[in-house]
T-cell receptor, first 112, second 115 residues
């Protein structure tokens, strides 16, 4: 089945540690995205990538980093510079045509 | 920049009654508009889209939306609400031109359907 897989579903991190969230898609989509969602709030764009080996900062990129070495993969690293990383993280992808974005099931990151 | 607004944080409706979740947009050029639904601790699920054509768009689970260019609105509707429709709903617009792959999401509207 085609889709986006985010892993893990739940992640716990100690303060000061970096952690990487995985996002893999087998939809052959060109563009991929990372969003952050806080309780009771909407989606905020962290990073997006329109093509392999290229990505752009979104609205809240500070404290995060990404890579796009393969078309199907867009991992997000939450660094120790991110002061408040506890949130629900959503990965999405789409094709380069006027269609919708397809979302993964999310990773809930908690700093302990 | 493109933007969408969802003026209601929460909408309450009784089961069996019609529901409307409001969305207005601001875009330069022709809008590409979308509605998504999110259940707790899940990703967003696509409901429907307006790209071009008929102003009334039909989507999943009996939902529909009406594109109104003069009012720059794209309200989500359903003739008869179900308790299982209770969820968080997001309106979104896709950018144009060089930023074609950028989406802008509204703040979300929580729909509560009471038995």
């Amino acid at each position: 089945d085609g889709g986006i897989t985010q892993s893990p579903k739940y992640l716990f991190r100690k303060e000061g540690q970096n952690v990487t969230l995985s996002c893999e898609q087998n939809l052959n989509h060109d563009a991929m995205y990372w969003y952050r969602q806080d309780p009771g709030q909407g989606l905020r764009l962290i990073y997006y990538s329109q093509i392999v080996n290229d990505f752009q900062k979104g609205d809240i990129a500070e404290g995060y980093s990404v890579s796009r070495e393969k078309k199907e993969s867009f991992p997000l690293t939450v660094t120790s510079a991110q002061k408040n990383p506890t949130a629900f993280y959503l990965c999405a992808s789409t094709v380069n045509s006027p269609g919708f974005a397809f979302f993964g099931q999310g990773t809930r990151l908690t700093v302990v | 920049a493109q933007s969408v607004a969802q003026p209601e944080d929460q909408v309450n409706v009784a089961e069996g009654n019609p529901l409307t979740v409001k969305c207005t947009y601001s875009v330069s050029g022709n809008p590409y508009l979308f509605w998504y639904v999110q259940y707790p601790n899940r990703g967003l699920q696509f409901l429907l889209k307006y790209i071009t054509g008929d102003n009334l768009v039909k989507g999943s689970y009996g939902f529909e939306a009406e594109f109104n260019k003069s009012q720059t609105s794209f309200h989500l509707k359903k003739p008869s609400a179900l308790v299982s429709d209770s969820a968080l709903y997001f309106c979104a617009v896709r950018d144009v031109g060089d930023n074609f792959n950028k989406f802008y999401f509204g703040s979300g509207t929580k729909l509560n359907v009471k038995p």
